[in-house]
């Protein structure tokens, strides 16, 4: 059984469990199925705003496809999530991100 479908075995007791969905998004990244881990990311960070580590990567596949001003806005709402939570690491990383494309 390779990790996507570990992973998605997991989920089926918790469809919404926000590590799980993380990692399983992740994991279509290194398959090259962008499409399918953008969704994962989008719907994570609609059921969980506070799931700060997914903004930086959902703002890396927007650039990836081409979509500047999506990836500027994702990293700057995961910047006031991170200062919100108190995560300096996380907003120093989404800050970095933001100013690497402006």
Same mark, same amino acid.
């Given at each position: /059984?390779?990790?996507?479908?570990?992973? @998605?075995?997991? @989920?089926?007791?918790?469809?919404?469990?926000? &590590? $799980?969905?993380?990692?399983?998004?992740?994991?279509?990244?290194? /398959? *090259?199925?962008?499409?399918?881990?953008?969704?994962? &990311?989008?719907?994570? $960070?609609?059921?969980?705003?506070?799931?700060? *580590?997914?903004?930086?990567? $959902? *703002?890396? $596949?927007?650039?990836?496809?081409?979509?500047?001003?999506?990836?500027?806005?994702?990293?700057?709402?995961? /910047?006031?999530?991170?200062?919100?939570?108190?995560?300096?690491?996380?907003?120093?990383?989404? /800050?970095?991100?933001?100013?690497?494309?402006?």
């Amino acid at each position: /059984m390779d990790r996507i479908e570990k992973l @998605l075995e997991l @989920l089926k007791n918790d469809e919404k469990d926000s &590590f $799980l969905n993380h990692a399983l998004a992740l994991e279509y990244i290194k /398959m *090259g199925n962008d499409q399918k881990a953008l969704s994962l &990311f989008v719907d994570l $960070l609609e059921n969980e705003p506070t799931y700060v *580590g997914s903004y930086y990567h $959902l *703002g890396k $596949l927007y650039e990836k496809i081409g979509e500047i001003e999506k990836a500027i806005d994702i990293y700057e709402n995961g /910047m006031r999530e991170a200062k919100k939570v108190g995560d300096q690491h996380s907003y120093n990383e989404l /800050m970095g991100a933001k100013e690497e494309i402006e």
